[in-house]
């Protein structure tokens, strides 16, 4: 099963890691989830910009390397760290949305 940490390593746009605007996260139905879009879109944004994704192996290295190089707070951490491992059931490529869904069961 894949997560949202593998779906961001692995899944890239013209050769290049996803933009924040790129992902939106819905149901199976297509509905998007605001709370968790924002803040997968926080995540992309805000922390990957201080560390290499492609470096990391799991969710857990990702959260305790910005532990180590990042002035996040603890909480906004293990936020970053649920939503990471969160199963994702599918994608749904938009390109006229220019949009990545990451299907999740929520």
């Known amino acids: 099963m ?3 940490f593998t ?3 692995n899944v890239s746009v013209n050769h290049q890691p996803v ?4 992902i939106v996260v819905t149901n199976a139905a297509g509905k998007p989830n605001g709370l968790l879009t924002d803040l997968v879109h926080d995540l992309i944004n ?3 910009l201080f560390v290499n994704l492609a470096e990391m192996d799991s969710a857990e290295q990702l959260i305790e390397r910005l532990h180590q190089h990042t002035p996040l707070p603890d909480d906004v951490l293990d936020e970053y760290g ?3 491992d969160e199963a994702c059931y599918g994608l749904n490529f938009a390109p006229q949305k220019d ?3 990451i299907i999740m069961h929520r």
């Open 2 to 4: 894949f997560t949202i």
């Open 7 to 9: 779906v961001l390593k």
């Open 19 to 22: 933009a924040g605007p790129e």
């Open 46 to 48: 805000d922390a990957l």
């Open 82 to 84: 649920k939503i990471l």
């Open 99 to 101: 949009q990545i869904e």
